[in-house]
């Protein structure tokens, strides 16, 4: 690279947000902005970007990156370079839309122009309803009724034990106990940990979903899944050489639920409707005959360190994702 007389200037600004601006992450009240400056001869290119902290990023650090490219820039550093030069991030975003908006203003085009494309055609966007008391957030939504799409954030409630680190919370330990316990019951003790993945929430410290792959020592795969990140869904599917049997609403339906249980082969289905089952009524029920008639505990008690113990190695051997 020869030297120019581009210069590279960063500056950070913040901008007013009208009201809060909340998700389940937290509130903000302003957007931070780093935006990194172009000149050469006369012509000035700008961008911007935000940093995310669930990236690793910070305003001070994606502004010191950028700048430590000045004598780069200085040089000649050109779109292509760039990206060699930094990693994908906030950083270089805001220095490769300078560098197009700079590319553009010389050519006397626009950006999109310079790019390629003839003509932008019109997209449609999400308008964010912030996450608020329930009342606040359907008026806004109300006062938005107009816009296309309406993406609504929805937070954690308040006190639940499911989102405390210090009192066992997470999926794992309370959605997740329920299909390694199933795993158990169909295929048996001594089943080995193929994989698992775990997405961990950095903010309340608890898994919040994953993924788990067992085997029997003769190869009988078991996939297992879990979260607190979608609807609640439980379900069995069990896969055979000729087939294969569906049971959704396995764990705790309403009392009035009937279960329907799917078999289907390659040209055979049927559906069984079964009937209603109070679960929590058995559970009490059996815990009333344990304590007044007495019932034999050992196997429960066996299947219940068994599943512990799976669990522990299931945990020592996934993998975490931070969100």
């Known amino acids: 690279m020869s030297t120019t007389d581009r210069k590279l200037s960063v500056s950070i600004e913040r901008f007013p947000i009208a009201g809060v601006f909340s998700i389940s992450r937290g509130s903000r009240t302003e957007a931070v902005v780093v935006t990194a400056t172009v000149s050469d001869g006369g012509v000035t290119g700008r961008g911007e970007c935000v940093p995310y902290a669930r990236y690793g990023e910070t305003v001070e650090g994606v502004a010191a990156a950028i700048e430590a490219l000045g004598p780069m820039v200085a040089k000649g550093l050109d779109r292509d370079g760039l990206q060699e030069a930094l990693p994908p991030g906030a950083a270089r975003n805001a220095l490769d839309c300078a560098l197009w908006d700079l590319d553009a203003k010389r050519a006397g085009v626009p950006a999109h122009v310079l790019a390629g494309i003839d003509r932008l055609g019109r997209a449609t966007t999400a308008y964010t309803i912030s996450l608020a008391e329930p009342d606040a957030m359907a008026e806004a939504a109300h006062a938005a009724r107009e816009r296309a799409i309406l993406k609504i954030k929805l937070g954690k409630p308040e006190g639940d034990i499911r989102y405390q680190q210090d009192v066992g919370g997470g999926a794992f330990l309370d ?31 608890v898994v919040m979903s994953g993924s788990i792959l067992l085997s029997t020592t003769t190869g009988i795969p078991a996939q297992l899944s879990f979260g607190m990140e979608h609807s609640y869904r439980t379900h069995y599917e069990l896969r055979g050489s000729t087939g294969r049997l569906f049971l959704d609403r396995a764990f705790t339906p309403p009392e009035s639920y009937q279960p329907v249980v799917r078999i289907e082969r390659q040209d055979y289905r049927e559906e069984r409707v079964l009937p209603p089952d109070h679960q929590f009524a058995n559970v009490l029920a059996f815990f009333v005959d344990a304590v007044l008639e007495g019932v034999d505990l050992e196997p429960h008690h066996t299947g219940t360190l068994a599943q512990a113990e799976l669990i522990d190695r299931i945990r020592d051997a996934a993998s975490v994702q931070k969100i």
């Open 175 to 205: 959605f997740g106990g329920y299909p390694v316990r199933a795993a158990l019951h169909f295929l048996g003790h001594g089943l080995d940990v193929v994989g698992a993945v775990f997405r961990y929430d950095t903010v309340t410290n």
